[in-house]
């Protein structure tokens, strides 16, 4: 048993976690945020994706302990709080870009991620943003046009 | 009606529709089955063959020893009857005595932890006597084969015989005889299968699992519960992606008797490893073209035979190989057919639905076939195909008049915009 700091979604936590635990488990097993999906538990599919530090890391491919200190969002911080959409995730439902959806949080984060430093990407930029992001349904245009949408709509400055 | 008439009464068609479920799933609260989490709720885990034949002897006692395990379930303990399939009970919930193929079910662990599961895995023992497999399915269906179930390895010959071919192959001024092979193909639906079970207080046998069928889930789970109907219930939350991977039963019996045994809910997800042992594939085809036309390029016959690979299990082997069957002519109108389709037994990981049902195998003989022509003709491979193709009041191979909308050459006449298939040949003639 080892004990992590850490915030998650804008909350700080103090969890008492096992040494072999992976961040996706705690994060769905510890705090029952379970927008983040398991789709292979090997680094390859990109639907555990969150936000860490600035950067989108695959939660089954990092341990808990290595999350001490870190800043996380994953998808239940998206919103806000009166239950207005996120810009992006606002895009994805608007363009059909999500149909079953277990890709759809990790996908929103990377795109998140990428938007958060490149605000007008273009459709190159934002495909090499969600290629660690696997997606079975879809065929992907949706999603790059509902991140070229979402980029619009953020620039605007909000919904 | 007239045309705006109609249109007045739409509601959907032609406009976008937000999906019904799509605010759950860009919020992430979208409940997938391996998102819910029952108090006093036990885990699962499967053991799976790791021969392709073999027969078998159980063993379980060491691995029930270990700390955490409540039950290990395996063929015995199927309390009705020990099969299930779409169309032939040619599965086993638990394998007795035999296993055909790598990953079928031996056993069903259930335990407080997963850990506690796959450490009573690793201790169960499987003794296995390997058995001559058959993995090559023009092998399979020849006499003295190794035989994967009693009946012999041919599941189902569909035919189509039309005009006379012999005849009209005479009358061709070119041929084209070429075999094609396709592969084995994993839907890869991104959330791996999950389920989980519990008896409510009625006595109700409870299944959640992602499915595509939760009517056909229902009968399976009562035959093998030797239960009636009335008395399961199969409740289908968010699905992530199926593709026909999601039509067999893989979790669903082992779940609702491991429910019933202890009392407990009990939960089972399956690794991404796992997923693609545990469901089937697509049907590797075999494809052996015949097709000849005259020096107009007008296509006067056609002779096929079709072998599907359904591996272990028949599945949905007979729907699939039918369509192949009926659509290995391609959109064309031919005079004079022969074929025959074939699904074929093997110890390969078995072939179900997948995306297109056996039509999405054939374009690959049936358009290779007509490039070849059209090479051997000196003609380009859009004029061959306007030559030949279905319009309104086309026959097809199986007799079927087409009396509705049939638009492949405004479809191809679009495609040739971009593609420019016709330059440097006018008329379907090199210049
Ligand atoms: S579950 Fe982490 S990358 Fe697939
Ligand atoms: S929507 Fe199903 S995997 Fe992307």
């Given amino acids: 048993m080892k004990e992590i700091n850490l915030t998650v979604n804008g909350k700080k936590h103090r969890i008492k976690i096992d040494e072999n635990m992976r961040l996706i488990d705690l994060l769905r097993e510890k705090l029952n945020l379970l927008g983040t999906k398991e789709g292979c538990g090997e680094g390859e599919c990109g639907a555990c994706s969150i936000i860490m530090d600035g950067e989108v890391v695959t939660s089954c491919l990092v341990m808990a302990f290595q999350a001490e200190s870190a800043d996380i969002i994953t998808i239940e911080g998206l919103e806000k709080e009166d239950g207005t959409l996120h810009p992006i995730q606002q895009a994805f439902l608007d363009e059909g870009a999500t149909q079953c959806g277990f890709c759809t949080p990790g996908m929103i984060l990377s795109a998140k991620a990428l938007l958060d430093k490149n605000p007008r990407p273009t459709r190159v930029e934002i495909k090499e943003g969600i290629s660690g992001n696997l997606c079975r349904c879809t065929g992907y245009n949706k999603i790059v046009d509902a991140i070229e949408k979402a980029a619009i709509l953020l620039e605007k400055g909000g919904n | ?431």
């Fill in chain 2, 1 to 431: 009606m007239k045309k705006e008439e109609i249109k007045l009464k739409l509601n959907v068609v032609g406009k976008n529709i937000i999906r019904v479920d799509g605010l759950s799933k860009v919020t992430g609260r979208a409940v997938y089955p391996q998102d819910i989490y029952m108090d006093n709720m036990l885990y699962g885990k499967t053991l799976r063959s790791d021969k392709p034949h073999a027969n078998i002897k159980v063993d379980i006692s060491e691995g029930e020893k270990v700390e955490g395990v409540v039950k290990i379930l395996t063929a015995k303990d199927v309390p009705g009857h020990n099969y299930h399939g779409v169309l032939f009970k040619d599965h086993e919930v638990l394998c007795e005595t035999r296993v055909r193929r790598i990953g079928d079910p031996i056993a069903f662990i259930v335990a407080e932890t997963e850990e506690a599961a796959e450490e009573a895995m690793d201790k169960i023992n499987v003794e296995y006597e390997e058995l001559d497999g058959v993995f090559d399915p023009i092998e399979a269906m020849k006499k003295g084969a190794p035989k994967v179930h009693e009946d012999g390895n041919i599941v189902y010959h569909y035919k189509i015989r039309k005009g006379n071919v012999e005849d009209a192959f005479k009358e061709c001024d070119v041929i084209a005889e070429t075999e094609y092979k396709t592969h084995m193909v994993e839907h890869a639906f991104l959330q791996p299968e999950a389920g989980i079970a519990y008896v409510d207080d009625d006595g109700m046998i409870i299944v959640v699992a992602s499915t595509q069928y939760p009517h056909f889930d229902q009968l399976e789970v009562a035959e093998a519960m030797g239960i009636p109907t009335e008395k399961v219930r199969i409740i289908n939350p968010a699905v992530g992606g199926a593709f026909g991977g999601r039509e067999d039963i893989t979790l669903q019996i082992h779940l609702a008797m491991a429910a019933k045994a202890t009392g407990r809910p009990v939960k089972c997800t399956y690794s991404r490893e796992e997923s693609f042992v545990a469901h089937c594939k697509r049907h590797p085809m075999v494809m052996k073209c015949k097709t000849g036309a005259d020096k107009n390029g007008k296509l006067l016959a056609m002779e096929a035979e079709i072998v599907g690979d359904t591996g272990a299990y028949a599945s949905w082997a007979i729907n699939v190989l039918r369509k192949a069957g009926v659509h290995i002519t391609g959109p064309y109108e031919i005079p004079n057919v022969k074929v025959d389709s074939y699904a074929v037994y093997t110890n390969n990981p078995f072939a179900g639905a997948m995306r297109g049902f056996g039509a999405t195998q054939v374009p690959i003989a049936h358009e290779q076939q007509m490039d070849i022509l059209a090479e051997k003709l000196d003609m380009d491979p859009m004029t061959i195909r306007m030559k030949n193709m279905f319009k309104l009041g086309s026959e097809t191979a199986t007799g079927q008049i087409l009396e509705e909308s049939v638009p492949l050459d405004r479809c191809i006449q679009e495609v040739e915009k971009v593609m420019n298939f016709t330059q440097g040949k006018k008329g379907g003639e090199r210049e």
